[in-house]
């Protein structure tokens, strides 16, 4: 074969193989799949706006994959044509928009269609580019969906100012609680080598409304704001500045004992305070606008003031004043429970007092229940209680405690629960959505925070349906009063886009994301009880567990609390209190097992086995049935599943389908284990309708997965 020939042949396969590459169906898209088969019914007939910026490139590159030919640029509007601008822009200042759109601010955005001189327009405006570049994708997001017309009114601006990632990742490329592989970030090659990713990472999250994010795992390393990290974290501030992201980092709070090598880290402490304003120069210098910084004190053997006989009002003010001439932020982390009392009165306990102490840039990061992530948790009370204090819920992406990357659980049903549920602060209605995002304290700052789940996985987050997590955050901190069944539309129509998937089983692919966080608490634990996971790694179940010499409030016995008289932790008035810390009526209704909800009944109550349930079964029954709902549900998955191959693409049918074998598998177990453990406490039958176990409880203890965490 002659040289040119061969050649020909290479070239060709390159080609077909980066063609392959670009549209496989891997997942690596994400939901920006701008796939040309499908009709999405919007016709434009040119675009005006300044080319070469952002939203009008990212417009322009989308349509030309959904479309196949670039979308002409045009110099005056033609009939129906599209124009992106700021109030810069002349006709767009003719409209007559601008107060309109100052009222909405820099982020937020318009798409109208307008009529000018007989001719139809679309407008995409806003008063600064990062609005524009919102409301460029908000407007792909309604071509994607199919949900383009001649008559357009669109007008929106964000729920919260800083709407931010919580990376949880190591400098030694690790990820705590991270199921998608790698951390993403290449410290290692960083800042030489900058990896076409964070690109497709900046453009992700902007197209969601994410406009921040913490790099760096709360368990923070000193070594993170030395001069050669700080090098490596301006050059990916870099890449994510031109999609308004703005970088924060973890801090230590020994930093300046363990880096600057101070004899101490005191808060109050002179030189400790200057070196903490210089280290702010010094970061400044290099990202001008970086955002701030996110604080784990005292919290699980991390240092803090406390170390030092100071408060938690005293570290933060002391980080607060540093960052305060740059307009820089401090996180501060309301997730302690040094030992002494019911875990879940502890952060309320130690912040209640400190309510208006703080600067007026510190924000409180508080979990959304007053635990840790579990699969459900009532609210924490420290929403609403701080009414001087601004404080952002912190949501966990990752699914530490939801069946990792294995399970598919769609959990903007249970966000949507804590963002709703009211919290009679200033009597009804008085949400933590609305509490949190400045509608009721008209806080100066607000925010919200999603531990990411995001690793260097060709399909970001190790489950494809594990996407959606990722999406549904950014919607909801866009907007906090989105309905779950909102964002999953979205997200299925532009993930899984075919021309088939307009049908009924895009219906059933819907419902099943919608119940399945419901799923997952009924097969893993019902009925308000919480973590009886095996130790360490959070996947499996162990209620049984017991490690010698380990932390009460580590192990599971602490919480579920099962002998022979019943089962549950009593945070009644008689018990731990727990139930004073809500307002009224909540407290009262937690406080009385006829009006506390079913679903947190064992989080506030110790029962007997056969207390009535509001069903008529007895605690023990109900709680075998809920089980046994959840196995089914999950069958049922599969077979959702099953049937909607031919309208799915081969890679990720086959990944999504092999990860809901394991789910069902998972869901016995979970039933298996927990209902033969707790049985030889109830020493009643399983109810006979109800699929037997599989398993037996000796087996089950002996199982030691290899999965390392720390506690
Ligand atoms: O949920 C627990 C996790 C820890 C985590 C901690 C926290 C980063 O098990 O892995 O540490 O919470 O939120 O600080």
New binding site residues.
Partial sequence: MCLKYKKSIFLCCFVLATLFRLNAEDGNRLWLRFNQTVNRNCHFSGILGQSGSLPFDEFQSAWNDMNGTELVALKTATDNSLLIGTLKDKTIKSFGLSKELKALGKEGFIIRSINKNGKRITVVASIADNGLLYGVYHLLRIIQTNRFSDNLDVAEKPSYSVRILNH?DNLDGTV??GYAGRSIWKWDELPAVISPRYKVYARANASIGINATVLN???ASPKVLSVEYLQKVKAIADVLRPFHIRVYLSINFSSPKILGGLPTSDPLDKNVRKWWVDKASEIYKLIPDFGGFLV?AN??GLPGPMDYGRTHVDGANMIADALKPHGGIVMW?A?VYEPGDDRAKLAYKEFINFDGQFRDNVIIQV?NGPI??QPREPFSPLFGALKKTPIMPELQITQ?YLGQSNHLVFLSPMWEECLDADTYCNGHGSTIGKVTDGTIFGNKISAIAGVSNIGEDTNWCGHHFAQANWYAFGRLAWNNTLTSEEIADEWIQQTFQTPQIQNTEFETILKMMLTSHQTAVDYMMPLGLHHIFAWSH?YGPEPWCDIPGARPDWLPKYYHNANEAGIGFDRTTKGSDAVSQYYTPLKEQFNDPALCPDKYLLWFHHLSWDYKMKSGKTLWDEMCYTYDEGVKEVREYQKIWDKAENLIDAQRFAEVQSKLRIQARDAVWWKDACLLYFQTFSKQPIPYEIERPVHDLDELKKIKLDLK?H?
């Fill in positions: 949880w705590e609680r795992n709360v368990n784990k919290s699980e982390r997730f979990k840790d992530f530490e959070h965490h506690n």
